[in-house]
């Protein structure tokens, strides 16, 4: 855990990234505005970055990323009290890990 720790704060994030851009997401959107479906948008996408470089994305994905989306416009409170709360947390120092030998009425 202090190793992802101290990636974090070198602005390394672990796990996959994102199939779907932001650019990707606003073309579906256009689009999905303009009457046309998730199907019919699918093909015309290619992912740039990633394992699936220079194919399309998953149908899946574009609904995930369509539901994300739906997510921040519905609640951008919720969102930017998140970011502030992460930016705190970052900036104080974290408690590290309780000694084992001291008693349980001292914890």
């Known amino acids: 855990?202090?190793?992802?720790?101290?990636?974090?704060?070198?602005?390394?994030?672990g796990g996959r990234s994102l199939a779907i851009t932001d650019d990707m997401?606003?073309?579906?959107?256009?689009?999905r505005a303009g009457g046309e479906s998730v199907e019919q948008i699918q093909p015309d996408l290619i992912t740039?970055?990633?394992?699936?470089?220079?194919?399309?994305?998953?149908?899946?994905?574009?609904?995930?990323?369509?539901?994300?989306?739906?997510?921040?416009?519905?609640?951008?409170?919720?969102?930017?009290?998140?970011?502030?709360?992460f930016a705190v947390l970052q900036a104080s120092e974290l408690p590290g890990p309780r000694a084992a030998d001291q008693p349980e009425s001292a914890r």
């Open 48 to 85: 740039p970055i990633g394992k699936r470089k220079g194919q399309n994305p998953s149908v899946a994905s574009i609904y995930w990323a369509l539901a994300e989306h739906a997510k921040r416009e519905a609640y951008p409170e919720a969102i930017e009290q998140a970011h502030a709360d």
């Open 25 to 31: 997401l606003h073309t579906v959107l256009r689009r």
């Open 1 to 13: 855990m202090e190793g992802l720790d101290i990636a974090a704060r070198k602005g390394k994030h």
